[in-house]
């Protein structure tokens, strides 16, 4: 499988491996806590930029602060 298989590796987990349909509660339930995984993910990857003061240069951190700040705002934005 592919890496793109991660979400059918993560259903056959929830299921036991047997699935032909799937609800559309546990669907839902899925999709909502990989969406939450994704923001935590984005939020400590920009408090681990901040922190470290070692590896980037100001005008990198920012750039790279405004990347994930992006994301992050792409992200919650299909929350509201």
Known sequence: MSEAGW???KVERKLGGQY???SPKLTAELLLAEHRR???VVKQEIEAVKNDQRTYRSEERCL????LETV???LQRGRE
């Open 20 to 22: 032909i349909s799937l």
């Open 72 to 74: 992050l705002k792409a």
């Open 38 to 40: 994704a923001v935590r």
């Open 64 to 67: 790279i602060l405004g990347s």
């Open 7 to 9: 979400a059918e590796r």
